[in-house]
């Protein structure tokens, strides 16, 4: 399987991570990317199961995507001759809950990480408050072969997928043009795209079970973290961050206008902050 790859600038390695979404990729990244250039090595990548390009018929997992991002994390930085510090990341969404789980597996792995609308709990489980057996159904549904593609389509179209973005994605949805409407359709149309989202929605590649557990997970990752959330986040959303900004240690931005995707309808009140806590660790290790 191939994966998109954007990089630019020079300097210390920023790993954006776009968020696992029906609509996301990398391209998402893009805003923060062209700004963080100027100081930063910056290189975003597509997860795998997501992206415009075509995707295999599999049945994606929490580890799959996290062993995709250990290797991410070893193979992006300079050879380790020349690597003189670990990567900082900024991770937006359920991006954040494999981050934070792979620091904490990994001491000293990440120097700091900025979390941009951190999310750990799918689409159905949010709104039904918890895990429920019907959502196993449902993605067992969608990844049939033959019942599975209608379906699909069914909750990707463009109506629903403008209802969504104006529910929890863009504070405001005419935000979401028809020049990026036609970007958001090749995410959701490209070959096997199905089958990571189904797992996304319902929860299935969920990296917490539980808040307890994505908390934990906060704790245990020892490094520090920003969380950077919009005004505008839907309740239930925000209440997932919220605590997690209530941890010792952990600094909090929140942003005047802005809901899931603040980074890109908002990249520049994001960026601002972001560039100043990336560079409190970006110094040169040598003089």
């Known amino acids: 399987m191939v994966l998109g790859v954007d990089e630019a600038g020079r300097g210390p390695l920023v790993l954006l991570l776009p968020a696992l979404s029906s609509i996301s990729t990398r391209a998402e990244m893009h805003p923060l990317m062209a ?4 100081d930063f090595r910056a290189v975003t990548v597509d997860w795998p199961g997501f992206g415009t390009r075509a995707r295999p018929l599999l049945r994606w997992t929490p580890e799959a995507l996290s062993a995709f991002l250990h290797d991410a ?3 992006l930085g300079a050879p380790a001759p020349r690597r003189s510090a670990p990567p900082l990341v900024v ?4 991006a954040a809950a494999y981050l934070l789980h792979y620091a904490a597996a990994h001491a000293g792995a990440v120097a700091r990480a ?3 609308a951190p999310t750990w709990r799918g689409p159905l489980p949010t709104m039904a408050g918890g895990d429920r057996p019907l959502f196993h159904k449902i993605r067992r549904a969608i990844e049939t072969p033959f019942i599975g ?3 699909y389509r069914l909750n ?3 109506f629903v997928i403008r209802k969504m973005v104006g529910g929890h994605v863009y504070s405001d949805p005419r935000w979401l043009t028809a020049s990026r409407l036609d970007e958001k359709r090749k995410v959701v149309e490209a070959p096997g795209a199905r089958f990571a989202s189904a797992g996304f929605v319902t929860g299935a590649l969920d990296r917490a079970g539980t808040r307890e557990e994505f908390l934990a ?3 245990r990752a020892n490094l520090p973290l920003l969380v950077v959330y919009g005004a505008q986040t839907p309740a239930r959303s925000r209440a997932e961050m919220e605590a997690l900004t209530a941890l010792p240690g952990v600094r909090a931005l929140r942003v005047a206008q802005g809901k899931l995707a603040v980074h890109e309808e908002f990249p520049d009140a994001v960026c601002g ?3 100043a806590f990336l560079r409190e660790s970006a110094e040169p290790t040598t003089r």
Not at 35 to 38: K, Q, S, T, V
Not at 91 to 94: E, I, S, T
């Open 91 to 94: 991770a937006a969404g359920h």
């Open 35 to 38: 700004r963080l250039a100027a």
């Open 114 to 116: 900025a979390l941009i």
């Open 273 to 275: 902050a972001i560039a």
């Open 73 to 75: 994390v070893q193979t």
């Open 149 to 151: 593609p209608a379906l």
């Open 217 to 219: 997970l906060a704790r």
């Open 156 to 158: 990707v179209n463009d």
